[in-house]
């Protein structure tokens, strides 16, 4: 088995959060927070419903109207 398939989950250059979030104390806003200071380069897009900004970037209102598909999605949103 290779690994060459796993590059986009380890080293992605974009990444879509599903559920971003600005609510203090949410999974999505914890993810948020982690994602922007953590010194990801690649391309952050964030998604939720109920659109608008989280940390002074747009949040598109679902998977579909992100403008690029994204290496990594991650679901941040109550079971």
């Known amino acids: 088995m290779t690994t060459r398939n796993l590059d986009a989950l380890f080293n ?10 600005a609510r203090p104390g949410s999974v999505g806003q914890v993810v948020t927070a982690n994602l922007l200071g953590g010194g990801f ?5 964030f998604v939720d ?11 598109f209102e679902s998977v579909a109207a992100l403008p690029a598909a994204s290496d ?8």
């Open 12 to 21: 992605p250059a974009s990444v879509a959060l599903i559920g971003a979030s």
């Open 41 to 45: 380069a690649g391309k952050l897009m």
């Open 49 to 59: 419903p109920k659109g608008g900004e989280v940390q002074g970037h747009p949040v």
């Open 72 to 79: 990594l999605a991650i679901i941040a949103t109550p079971a």
